[in-house]
């Protein structure tokens, strides 16, 4: 019987069609960060689960259900990253780029959770993740949340996304808010819904996201964490407040948004659309200072985002943002005794002097109507003929195949460049 081979259950395959849109996302998230003078870093799929313990916390759902995590052949506990920023941290302390320094990083990449894949999340999936070391203000805070802004504007989706905005305070005011919280929610324990009673004595703020209706009418009415910040934390979000309001980004403030991982304080936010059906979020970050004393180094203030590329290219795709890309710009076919060969020599040549055409040589042989029959079916914008008269003559025919009236030009090589280069 044959072997039916399939792949992984939310791990998928992303073909030329889906590539050709993948890569357009990915040319305007790399030139934005670049533009902002964000430098990247490559981080291993594979870190020690420990890693990710101490950073994400043990009681989330990322450690506690989601991760891929093994015993590796000298028995120690490896997972694959569920998210880039844990990652991002060890490599800065481990090649000592943070102490007393300043830095600001991106990293772009597959992720891996082991969750329910649904539309536009799965199990591997892949985020930008943009990365700032060494600065305290809100002004830094507020530039990650305008570099992301500058994204949604080159992609022309600014009207479907807002920004929901929220502060944490610091760890000393948040677990007095905690403290609270609890308290209120133990009176009402009975109708929370499953996970949100989990969560009540593990992790309390995580009940602030819960999603079930009835949980949601409870926490109308319960403590909120504005109330428990110090004048510092109040200033630090105002201040925040002030720079976005000035560039003209507009924003609500989101009580409840808490972030799914322990590691965040002060600023939290997240870019939602409801342009695929049930709100979503595409984009989300924020502070988290305590992260790399957690990791072993000095105290480093540190702001970060997250970005999935499946939920954003999702959306461009609906919102009809991408144009599709034809696989091949310009098309060599020929004919003759010595057609392979000159085909071949030609097809390099014209790549040295249109380096930024797509130039694709017909192999296998055929006639001309087989030749131009391939040359169609890949979209190809021009044509360039190598026959027997051009060899001899030392000359190419050039055909613009969109034109659509069958005009061609027998021209000298350089001339014939020329027209290609202005044909593309």
């Known amino acids: 019987m044959a072997l039916s081979v399939q792949a992984v259950r939310g791990m998928n395959d992303l073909l030329p069609a889906d590539t050709a849109r993948w890569q357009q996302a990915e040319q305007v998230l790399r030139d934005t960060v670049a533009s902002f003078g964000y430098s990247e870093v490559r981080m291993p799929l594979l870190e020690k689960t420990n890693l990710f313990s101490r950073a994400i916390g043990e009681v989330t759902d990322v450690v506690e259900k989601e991760m891929y ?61 943009v990365e700032v070391f060494g600065l305290n203000g809100p002004d830094i805070d507020a530039e990650i949340i305008l570099l992301s802004k500058t994204l949604w504007d080159k992609f022309g989706i600014s009207d479907n996304l807002k920004l929901q905005l929220n502060t944490l305070g610091t760890s000393e005011e948040r677990l007095a808010y905690r403290q609270n919280l609890v308290s209120y929610l133990e009176q009402h324990f009975d109708d929370l819904d499953e996970d949100s009673k989990r969560r009540t004595h593990t992790n309390p703020l995580r009940v602030l996201d819960s999603k079930d209706p009835k949980t949601g009418e409870i926490l109308v009415n319960a403590p909120q964490l504005m109330d428990f910040l110090g004048a510092e934390s109040r200033a630090h979000f105002d201040n925040l407040r002030q720079i976005l309001e000035s560039c003209g980004v507009a924003y609500e403030i989101n009580p409840r948004l808490v972030r799914g991982l322990d590691y965040y304080n002060l600023t939290v936010f997240e870019w939602v659309t ?16 305590g992260l790399v ?112 009236d069958g005009t061609q030009q027998t021209l000298p090589y350089a001339e014939a460049v020329a027209l290609l280069k202005s044909l593309l």
């Open 274 to 289: 409801d342009a695929l059906g049930a709100q979503g979020t595409v984009c989300g970050g924020g502070r988290y200072d």
């Open 69 to 129: 995590t093994f015993e590796d052949r000298s028995g120690e506990s490896l997972s694959l990253r569920p998210e880039g920023t844990a990652g991002c941290v060890r490599a800065c302390l481990e090649h000592n780029l943070i102490y007393n320094q300043e830095q600001r990083l991106w990293y772009m990449g597959p992720m891996f959770r082991h969750e329910r894949p649904q539309k536009g999340r799965y199990r591997q999936f892949h985020q930008l993740g």
């Open 293 to 404: 004393a957690e990791l072993g180094g000095s105290p480093t203030p540190a702001v970060g985002f997250g970005l999935g590329l499946e939920r954003l290219i999702l959306l461009l795709t609906t919102l009809e943002k991408l144009h599709e890309r034809n696989a091949v710009d310009i098309y060599v076919v020929g004919a003759g005794d010595n057609a392979a060969v000159e085909q071949a020599k030609l097809s390099l040549r014209l790549r040295s002097d249109l380096p930024h055409a797509r130039i694709m040589n017909h192999c296998g042989g055929g006639n001309f109507k087989k030749q131009f029959r391939r040359a169609d079916k890949l979209q190809a914008k021009a044509a360039v003929i190598l026959g027997e008269s051009e060899l001899a003559t030392g000359t190419l025919t050039v055909k613009d195949l969109h034109a659509g």
